[in-house]
């Protein structure tokens, strides 16, 4: 979805999106961000099911 940073470009290239998310999903919840970032899971803890998020 970032190929060649199209859609943000403080982000890789190559992102992992989970498939029940369009692309257009994607770019459309970036428009909303500073930066156009979209979400991002960067930490999931399996034990407390804790997760944190960057923009």
Known sequence: IN???QVCASYPT???VPLG???DEL???AQ????ARFPVL???HKATQ????FE
């Open 3 to 5: 190929l060649f940073f």
């Open 14 to 16: 190559s992102v992992i």
């Open 21 to 23: 998310v369009s692309d």
């Open 27 to 29: 770019k459309a919840s």
């Open 32 to 35: 909303f961000r500073h930066g």
């Open 42 to 44: 960067c930490y999931f």
């Open 50 to 53: 804790v997760d944190v998020y």
